[in-house]
Structure formats: structure tokens, C-alpha cells
Nanobody, 115 residues
Framework: QVQLVESGGGLVQPGGSLRLTCRAS????????MAWYRQAPGKQRELVAR???????NYLDSVKGRFTIARDNAKNTVYLQMNNLKPEDTAVYYC?????????WGQGTQVTVSS
């Protein structure tokens, strides 16, 4: 199994930035896709950004132009750079790895955007 550990969450003011990090317990080189999801209180978990093994990315419409996902295969790490944060971005953010043998999740990291 792949173990994922997220970090980088916290409290930030509107307009601020955060960078989330997801470290995998083993190589992500052969993982089909790495992604960030989020879940706000009372809402369903939603896909925020995904990056495939080939580097193709896709984003939730509401974060396009503000968030950037990147992967560093050498460090077994995926990042989510979040700029111009808005209160509606407040949620628990989860890292996900999709591999041939299943889908793996991290424990989540809280992001709170508030003045």
C-alpha cells in the first residue's frame, strides 16, 4: 500500500497563499495520477486538481488560475500551490494516489481562509 502524508495547511487571510505537500511512502513514478481533493463541512468531497504520470493536469473550475499542482517524482512528492485564497476554499484537503492496485488517501490537512 502507498501511504500519503499531507502538510502545509493552516490559517490564512483572504488573498493569501499556501503550499500543500503530499509525500508518498514509495515511488510515485508509476502511479497513474496524483490528485488533491477537498471537503468542506456539510459538503461532498470534490476534486481540486489532478496530475497524471505524463504531466497532464486538470483543475476544478473555481480554482483555475489560482492553484497549481506539480509532482516531483525524485522526491515522491506532489504539491498544490494555492494563491489568492478565498473563504470558500476553506476545507480539509486530501491527497490521493491512483495506482493499478487501488486508490490511496492521506489523512488530510485543514485549510482555513478567514480574516
Amino acid at each position: 500500500q502507498v501511504q500519503l502524508v499531507e502538510s502545509g495547511g493552516g490559517l490564512v487571510q483572504p488573498g493569501g497563499s499556501l503550499r500543500l505537500t503530499c509525500r508518498a511512502s514509495e515511488s510515485i513514478f508509476f502511479i497513474n495520477a496524483m490528485a488533491w481533493y477537498r471537503q468542506a463541512p456539510g459538503k461532498q468531497r470534490e476534486l481540486v486538481a489532478r496530475i497524471t504520470s505524463g504531466g497532464i493536469t486538470n483543475y476544478l473550475d473555481s480554482v483555475k488560475g489560482r492553484f497549481t499542482i506539480a509532482r516531483d517524482n525524485a522526491k515522491n512528492t506532489v504539491y498544490l500551490q494555492m494563491n489568492n485564497l478565498k473563504p470558500e476554499d476553506t476545507a480539509v484537503y486530501y491527497c490521493n494516489a491512483l495506482r493499478h492496485d487501488g486508490s490511496y488517501w492521506g489523512q488530510g490537512t485543514q485549510v482555513t481562509v478567514s480574516s
